[in-house]
């Protein structure tokens, strides 16, 4: 399933190396678009830019908690506001363990919780299974339309 992008929204690039490398391990081929803040994020995924085939809406997000410009709880929070990305699956990959960011992460609706092995092999096999699932099994709901460019917000009545 090459065509379906991953978002991973990760500020650390070591990290960032960890996951690409063990996403080729996995052979897992999608394109992997990586953005370094929550700002850089939200850009991509609500800018004018967005579901285009420059920016394509990702079949999943990775998304990190603690991010500079925009932490992750609240990049999460507005992806499920918007109604284009507010079935993405969402999974938050971090190294945070607090009982509240989990509680947070679930409650701003994020799709799955994993905490960061510090194990390499632990991390790939994490990896390899967060690919199968999200990228081959799951049946992802439709994408709603994009609204054309000339469209103008409809306001109600105010009386």
Request: glycine share 4%; aromatic share 6%.
């Amino acid at each position: 399933m090459p065509d379906k992008v991953i978002l991973l929204v990760e500020d650390n690039p070591a990290d960032v190396l960890l996951t690409e490398r063990a996403f080729k391990q996995c052979k897992i081929a999608n394109e992997v678009r990586v953005m370094h803040d929550g700002a850089e994020a939200l850009e991509y995924l609500h800018g004018a830019e967005a579901g285009t085939p420059a920016c394509p809406l990702p079949a999943m997000v990775l998304l990190d908690l603690k991010l500079p410009k925009v932490d992750g709880l609240e990049v999460l929070r507005r992806i499920r506001l918007d109604a284009r990305t507010r079935l993405l699956p969402v999974v938050i990959l971090t190294s945070s363990d607090e009982e509240q960011d989990v509680l947070h992460g679930y409650d701003r609706g994020a799709n799955s919780y994993i905490r960061k092995p510090v194990d390499f092999a632990k991390f790939t096999e994490a990896v390899s299974r967060l690919g199968l699932y999200w990228l081959v099994l799951n049946l992802p709901p439709p994408q709603p339309p994009r609204p054309p460019a000339h469209a103008t917000p409809v306001v109600p009545n105010a009386r």
